[in-house]
């Protein structure tokens, strides 16, 4: 069982940055992939980015949807049992609630996007950013 806790949401300006951590619990953090998924009003929810998990390669395989590339980076410190999402040049529509997720290790280039895949979630964080 991972219990997952995000922190670090708030209200920025357009062009501003925010750092989301999600700390989990558990001694398995580090064999877990870790995602962030974001939902704004009247949408679906959104594969943000995600990371790979601690396997037989020492890096780790990053992933990030095309909204977002180059402005955000996901990371995981396994010492902290923490994954980290920073925001950086943020836009109006990035505004949502924001929340981490676990899933077992998975393959392939779509694994990733799949929020009915990951087994446990956060209770997310709100994310707003004015024009």
């Known amino acids: 069982q991972v219990q997952l806790v995000e922190s670090g949401g708030g209200l920025v300006q357009a062009g501003g940055s925010l750092r989301l951590s999600c700390a989990a619990s558990g001694r398995t953090f580090s064999s877990y992939a870790m995602g962030w998924f974001r939902q704004a009003p009247g949408k679906e929810r959104e594969a943000v980015a995600a990371i790979t998990w601690n396997g037989a390669v020492t890096y780790y395989y990053t992933y990030y949807a095309d909204s977002v590339k180059g402005r955000f980076t996901i990371s995981r410190d396994n010492a902290k049992n923490t994954v980290y999402l920073q925001m950086n040049s943020l836009k109006p529509e990035d505004t949502a609630v924001y929340s981490c997720?676990?899933?077992?290790?998975?393959?392939?280039?779509?694994?990733?996007?799949?929020?009915?895949?990951?087994?446990?979630w956060g209770q997310g964080t709100q994310v707003t950013v004015s024009s």
């Open positions: 997720a676990a899933r077992d290790p998975a393959y392939g280039s779509s694994w990733w996007r799949r929020a009915g895949d990951y087994d446990y």
